[in-house]
């Protein structure tokens, strides 16, 4: 009896460790190739059948459709840099403007898209600690820039903007604005934080400075502590006076 139990023991142990092997690699191909055909085929809707590369090619070659894609946006790039191509757009965009939603929508996608992808910018490039939703239970966010304009001019403290995904799906979440001093920075990169909320905390990155990390631990809970207890004896004695 025994020896049966240790033998479906290893064997369990062995079909699950192959499966946390060749589970990642097997999704994430065939994602790939979901993606690949995705274009493949929206490329070959655009072409008359009697062009269709599949028929002028003798061998079938996933991945033209994300070739094509790829050279097209380079080149809208390439004339957008250009006077006439700066022209083109800021036309297409004053016409934009006169269309009373979607311009709403084009203006907020593309600031959306200019702070993601500007290489100046420095979206999503920090991540940090934030009491949320209580005091005393923390949840990792990310810092989205600086407070600017009327959120940020209505009240003395520097304010940050920060996204605080949500799990397992990281496209979601709310929108904060946050004092900076409340905030506890991690050494983590914006990879390991994302990877961890997606795994719902069953992925956690190696604490590259555990030792500072475990000083820090509970600093934003006691320096709130702190000003509450600050706050509270200013106002006895603005009451008393």
Avoid: C
Avoid at 3 to 29: C, D, E, H, Q
Avoid at 89 to 113: D, M, N, T
Avoid at 127 to 140: D, F, H, K, Q, S
């Amino acid at each position: 009896m025994k020896g049966n139990k240790s033998f479906f023991s290893k064997f369990r142990g062995y079909f699950l460790t192959g499966i946390v092997v060749t589970a990642p690699l097997g999704l994430t191909i065939y994602l790939a190739i979901i993606f690949v055909n995705f274009f493949d085929n929206k490329l070959r809707d655009l072409i008359p059948i009697q062009y269709h590369y599949d028929k002028i090619l003798p061998i079938p070659i996933p991945g033209i459709g994300l070739i094509v894609v790829f050279l097209l946006l380079t080149f809208v790039g390439f004339l957008t840099a250009g006077l006439i191509g700066r022209y083109i757009l800021k036309l297409g965009e004053r016409i934009i403007q006169r269309l009373p939603i979607i311009r709403s929508v084009y203006g907020a996608l593309k600031q959306i898209f200019e702070s993601v992808l500007a290489s100046s910018s420095e979206s999503f490039r920090e991540v940090v600690l934030v009491e949320y939703p209580r005091r005393g239970i923390w949840a990792i966010a990310f810092i989205t820039g600086t407070t600017k304009e009327e959120v940020q001019n209505i009240t003395d403290n520097e304010m940050v903007n920060i996204f605080l995904p949500t799990t397992p799906n990281p496209t979601s979440g709310f929108l904060l604005f946050v004092p900076k001093d409340e905030l506890i920075q991690l050494n983590m990169t914006v990879e390991e934080g994302i990877k961890m909320v997606i795994s719902g905390g069953i992925v956690t990155p190696k604490d590259k400075n555990a030792k500072k990390r475990i000083k820090v631990k509970t600093r934003g809970a006691e320096i709130k502590l702190l000003k509450d207890v600050e706050k509270s004896i200013n106002r006895i004695k603005d009451d008393k006076k």
